[in-house]
């Protein structure tokens, strides 16, 4: 995604919420928007902003990657290890639910992305049955990669 897209749908989004438009939140969301398809940890984050920027604290990394995960244009993933990881979320992109789901790696800790999104149908069931209208879900399978399968032969 272009650097200036970004900017404006963060300014877009950002007021459409009352909030200010910060260096600090156009920067987080930036380095996310630049590594893509990554899932990076706050301090990943925080390293890159910090190499243009060595007076943003890692404090504000953490805060503004809360405020945007609350309002839906960060998306976060809990690993096992106790590790949050971060991505642009899917509100961001203008999707209503999650697009992709994630394949985790047991013994390297890779994170796949899987990109097709199978439980619409189960949603559709699970509404007819209870009521209940799903909003989004998140979904993630553990095992091992194949690099790690072809390690072990």
Do not use: W
């Amino acid at each position: 995604m272009k650097q200036k897209k970004v900017e404006g749908l963060l300014r877009e989004k950002l007021k459409d919420r009352g909030l200010k438009v910060t260096q600090q939140r156009l920067l987080v969301l930036s380095v996310l928007a630049q590594n893509s398809g990554s899932h990076m940890a706050a301090e990943e984050v925080y390293g890159q902003i910090q190499k243009g920027y060595p007076e943003i604290g890692l404090a504000t990394v953490y805060r503004t990657l809360q405020l945007l995960q609350e309002m839906q244009l960060v998306d976060s993933i809990y690993l096992d290890d106790g590790c949050v990881r971060y991505e642009m979320g899917h509100l961001f992109e203008g999707e209503m639910k999650h697009s992709h789901h994630h394949l985790i790696c047991r013994k390297c800790g890779k994170i796949i992305q899987f990109e097709d999104d199978l439980l619409e149908e189960l949603e559709v069931h699970i509404e007819k049955a209870t009521g209940f209208h799903v909003l989004d879900h998140e979904l993630k399978f553990y095992g091992e990669c194949k690099d790690c399968m072809g390690q072990g032969r």
